[in-house]
T-cell receptor
Framework: QKEVEQNSGPLSVPEGAIASLNCTYS??????FFWYRQYSGKSPELIMS????GDKEDGRFTAQLNKASQYVSLLIRDSQPSDSATYLC???????????FGTGTRLTIIP | GAVVSQHPSWVICKSGTSVKIECRSL??????MFWYRQFPKQSLMLMAT?????????EQGVEKDKFLINHASLTLSTLTVTSAHPEDSSFYIC???????????FGDGTRLSIL
């Protein structure tokens, strides 16, 4: 079992709709969770961080964390073509500075 | 604005050349920085953890004599790819965080092409 799993996609969503990206992790000791966006040929850019169960909203983005189910998700409302990118889920174990990344989900917003 | 700066953005050089890549934290001190490598259409692979004032910690399978890391100050880490060969061509990215509980921020990356 991979430590951090994501559906590789591609995920296609019409413009204006909600894009839902999912991630599961295997280590129950994980304490910090991050979503990064990576455009083709560019380095990752931090979108959201979440540390406790529940929802965290920032503009059009909402991160959801459920530690009991070992599940973290990212919702993108009112999807725009500029949201087309690969979204990386990353997890940090408690006391460990290293990030463990999923393989990423490629999202395409269809105009 | 950017919190981590990485230079150069592109390097094209001949096989056998050594290449140095710099990573700087711009407005904070980073006792730890990270170096990643990414091949086309693949995910990020952590190469090593750079520790200020001490030796880097390399991930399994990464040659420490091939990829030299120096973290001489709290704002600068360098990665030197020694005697680079075409198979070392890749996208190299560094990252740093303000403290252990904060997210990592990435530099813009260095695209290395060895001819």
């Amino acid at each position: 079992q991979k430590e951090v799993e994501q559906n590789s996609g591609p995920l296609s969503v019409p413009e204006g709709a909600i894009a839902s990206l999912n991630c599961t992790y295997s280590d129950r000791g994980s304490q910090s969770f991050f979503w990064y966006r990576q455009y083709s040929g560019k380095s990752p850019e931090l979108i959201m961080s979440i540390y406790s169960n529940g929802d965290k909203e920032d503009g059009r983005f909402t991160a959801q964390l459920n530690k009991a189910s070992q599940y973290v998700s990212l919702l993108i409302r009112d999807s725009q073509p500029s949201d087309s990118a690969t979204y990386l889920c990353a997890v940090k174990l408690g006391g460990n500075e290293k990030l463990t990344f999923g393989t990423g989900t490629r999202l395409t917003i269809i105009p | 604005g950017a919190v981590v700066s990485q230079h150069p953005s592109w390097v094209i050089c001949k096989s056998g050349t050594s290449v140095k890549i710099e990573c700087r934290s711009l407005d904070f001190q980073a006792t730890t920085m990270f170096w990643y490598r990414q091949f086309p259409k693949q995910s990020l692979m952590l190469m090593a953890t750079s520790n200020e004032g001490s030796k880097a910690t390399y991930e399994q399978g990464v040659e420490k004599d091939k990829f030299l890391i120096n973290h001489a100050s709290l704002t600068l880490s360098t990665l030197t790819v020694t005697s680079a060969h075409p198979e070392d061509s890749s996208f190299y990215i560094c990252s740093a965080s303000r403290d252990r509980d904060q997210p990592q921020h990435f530099g813009d990356g260095t695209r290395l092409s060895i001819l």
